[in-house]
């Protein structure tokens, strides 16, 4: 019995493009129907140009799944061509065979096409196979269920493991049969033919070898065919193609233009087609004949000395040519023309068939985005309502200092809310898009895991919730990656585990290395476990996909967004790593996380310098650029009520000019929106740092912006910027990112 399948792609990345989605929904929702677990690999997803270009990752894939031990058989995809690219990489260092002797269970490999290299690699290691479905070319077939003959044996094979006899289907497919010409690097041929039988299981095929030899002295053109005619006893045979002489028993009239021969033109003049006429060719008599088929032009001519010569034996032979040549070429146009109807059929087909995919996925859009409209109406008025509420009864209780102090806690608590909203539908945006860019740069998970452990304390503090986090046996804490993401998956897994707890709850938290046979790499396993109000079996079906959210008028009773776990899912996977869950309604819930790490070799070699003075930008002189004037008089105020002398700029080019003219050393640091009018944040950013003067070299360049996205910053350090501050602005941050690059300046 075949409970759990791993999804893998080993050639083709079709099933990650958008204009397949649908059909993958079908796919995966009809898995389920049958009762199985679905594991999607890593790479598997990452559309057509990813796995086309990293075989290397597409070998891990099949690695990782042969060796998932609740992995029961192994899913392709698709087929494709590219499956021998995986070979260096599945047997340079005997991974694969090692992979399957370790593997304690014995697992079933299923595909079809290019995947017969991987039937063969597997048989000779005693892996089972079976060639047959693949992922979307069967199972996600676009009707209301699978093909009866497809089906009847994936549903044997998935319940008992095994598929005793495959008979022949009912109906008959014109994929039934196969037909193909193989031409060899020595100029031979081999025809090879197939068709399934109809009378009982099997199949009859048949190959043919032609030699080089054969095909060079009797293949059957029509210039073979006039070759043996004598342009003196038989006249002079010609055949046209839109002007150009393309077969002639004369070969010294090949390719020339039949504007150019006399005799032509003189057919042309004075015959219609299928009438034969006396013309002069070169002074001397001869009778000719034009014939038109279709784009084609027959001309022949013969002396009259041959003609009455030998009459009836000419006119026999001119009208066996004649019906010789027609025949030859009204053949040529019958098969010209099926094959015409044929690809026109197919396109036609094609063409349905991608207007039928277009209209759904048009359709499931416009459901997708009033959907959304009216979600994101509501989750945005519920906290501007509040804010402006709350700023109503501050002015009635102006004052009452202790109602003023509860009014601007909740005014801040409602505008976090606010801002959580609209940071998760600009990341789920960017996900589902997929501009979501990963860094690559060093960081130290225990200091990520304390931060958000600060955090998460005082939350279930409030709650009277007790967090309990297990230490165990940890090798590396020092990675390269995306710390920002890390950090923010964590977050949300944990904030959820306190949200949807009980009072008096419990939260168990873990984090263990889990060694990778790749060098250089390691992979952590993060488990949350919660006594919290656990899902109903239902909902955790829909638990990934956006606003998702099991009570109704949840927002109401939990705050959020109903992104967050969406967002999990999708930067999880797009480390190249899994979440899984499980869940009891009214006992709780359990996530484990699992994301592979390169390891930081050099993080031992790098002197980290731990500064313990007081953060401070007293004194500093701060130029500040701002075109938006609130977000001028807010900045304004938190830089001078820190000790800084603060000079305004309203636009990109205001701050270059003020820059250019001011004293070398009069600036200590720098201060930027990125939107800005006339020239943006880093066209500035660049101007300044091309002055031909020192200081523009070296002082610090900070971008104070509401582009907080990863690939923000890394145009932000592009741009000649040091760092980068999101808006709304954490001003014991900024302090600290001032303090840090002006020193060390």
């Not at 991987?118 to 005693?126: A, D, E, I």
């Not at 690939?711 to 808006?727: L, N, Q, Y």
């Given at each position: ?26 796919g ?5 129907q ?51 690219r ?15 002797e ?97 009378d ?26 006039l ?161 402006r ?39 789920m ?26 955090v998460i ?60 046979e ?8 993060f488990v ?8 109903a ?37 797009e ?14 819930s ?139 602005i ?6 600290k ?9």
């Amino acid at each position: 019995m075949i409970n759990t399948v791993a999804l893998v792609s080993l050639s083709a990345g079709t099933i990650g493009e958008d204009f397949v989605k649908h059909e993958v929904n079908i796919g995966l929702k009809r898995l389920e129907q049958f009762g199985l677990n679905v594991k999607i690999m890593p790479h598997a997803m990452k559309g057509i140009e990813y796995v086309k270009n990293h075989p290397k990752e597409r070998a891990n894939d099949l690695l990782a799944a042969i060796c998932d031990e609740e992995v029961d058989m192994i899913l392709c995809a698709i087929g494709g061509d590219d499956t021998y690219r995986l070979l260096p990489y599945l047997f340079k260092n005997n991974e694969l065979k090692e992979a399957i002797e370790k593997a304690e269970k014995r697992k079933i490999f299923l595909g079809f096409s290019d995947t017969t290299m991987n039937h063969l690699m597997l048989h000779k290691l005693g892996f089972g196979t079976f060639y047959g479905q693949s992922f979307l070319a069967d199972v996600c077939e676009m009707e209301d269920d699978m093909l009866p003959y497809t089906k009847k044996f994936f549903e044997e094979l998935i319940k008992t493991g095994n598929i005793k006899e495959i008979v022949p289907s009912d109906v008959w497919y014109e994929e039934r049969t196969y037909a193909e010409r193989v031409a060899r690097e020595d100029g031979s041929c081999i025809d090879v033919a197939a068709c399934a039988r109809k009378d009982a299981p099997g199949i009859v095929a048949i190959y043919y070898y032609t030699s080089p030899e054969f095909l060079r002295n009797y293949t059957l053109t029509i210039q073979s065919l006039l070759n043996g005619y004598s342009t003196q006893k038989d006249g002079t045979i010609i055949v046209a193609d839109e002007g150009i002489i393309v077969a002639s028993n004369d070969e010294s009239l090949l390719g020339q233009n039949t504007a150019d021969n006399e005799v032509v033109k003189a057919m042309k003049r004075n015959t219609d087609s299928q009438h034969i006429y006396h013309l002069k060719n070169e002074g001397t008599g001869c009778y000719g004949i034009m014939l038109k088929q279709r784009d084609y032009y027959i001309y022949a001519y013969l002396p009259d000395t041959e003609v009455f010569h030998n009459l009836p034996f000419g006119v026999i032979s001119v009208i066996f040519f004649y019906f010789l040549m027609f025949s030859i070429f009204w053949f040529w146009t019958y098969r010209t023309n099926l094959a015409h109807r044929k690809q026109e059929q197919e396109k036609d087909e094609k063409y349905k068939a991608e207007l039928l995919i277009a209209a759904k996925k048009a359709e499931a859009a416009n459901e997708a985005k009033t959907e959304f409209l009216q979600r994101m109406s509501h989750d945005i008025r519920t906290p501007i309502n509040g804010i402006r509420g709350l700023v109503n009864m501050a002015d009635h209780y102006a004052d009452d200092m202790e109602k003023q102090t509860e009014y601007r806690t909740k005014v801040k608590e409602a505008s976090n809310l606010l801002l959580e909203l609209v940071n998760d539908v600009l990341d789920m945006s960017k996900l589902e898009s997929g501009e979501i860019v990963l860094e690559e740069i060093p960081f130290n998970l225990s200091s990520i895991s304390r931060e958000v452990f600060v955090v998460i304390e005082q939350m279930a503090a409030e709650q009277n919730i007790r967090v309990a986090w297990e230490k165990k046996e940890i090798t590396h804490r020092d990675f390269i990656g995306s710390p920002g993401y890390v950090k923010r998956v964590m977050m949300n897994i944990l904030s959820n585990a306190v949200k949807y707890n009980k009072e008096n709850g419990q939260i168990y938290v873990s984090c263990v290395e889990i060694p990778s046979e790749q060098p250089e790499m390691t992979t952590m396993e993060f488990v949350c476990w919660d006594t919290g109000i656990g899902m109903a079996e239902e909902f955790q079906k829909h638990i990934f996909e956006p606003f998702a959210q099991e009570y109704t008028g949840s927002r109401a009773k939990f705050a959020g967004t109903g992104l967050g776990m969406a967002i999990s899912k999708k930067l999880v996977e797009e480390m190249g790593g899994t979440i899984t869950f499980e869940s009891k309604k009214g006992v709780g819930s359990t996530f484990v996380i699992r994301v592979p790490f390169k390891i930081d070799l050099d993080a031992d070699k790098r002197e980290e310098s731990k500064d313990v003075s007081e953060k401070s930008i007293k004194g500093m002189h701060v130029l500040l650029a701002e075109d938006n004037e609130l977000n001028m008089e807010i900045a304004e105020f938190l830089l001078q009520n820190e000790g800084a002398e603060v000079t305004k700029a309203w636009n990109g080019q205001e701050i270059v000019e003020l820059f250019r003219k001011s004293e070398a050393g009069e600036f200590d640091v720098i201060l930027m929106d990125i939107m800005m009018p006339i020239i943006n944040g880093y066209e500035a950013a660049k101007r300044i740092r091309s002055l031909d003067r020192e200081d523009a070299k070296k002082i610090p360049i900070i971008a104070m912006t509401a582009n907080a996205f990863t690939e923000d910053r890394i145009r932000a350090k592009e741009a000649g910027m040091d760092e980068h501050v999101a808006k709304p602005i954490d001003v014991e941050l900024l302090i600290k990112v001032i303090h840090k690059l002006v020193k060390h300046n």
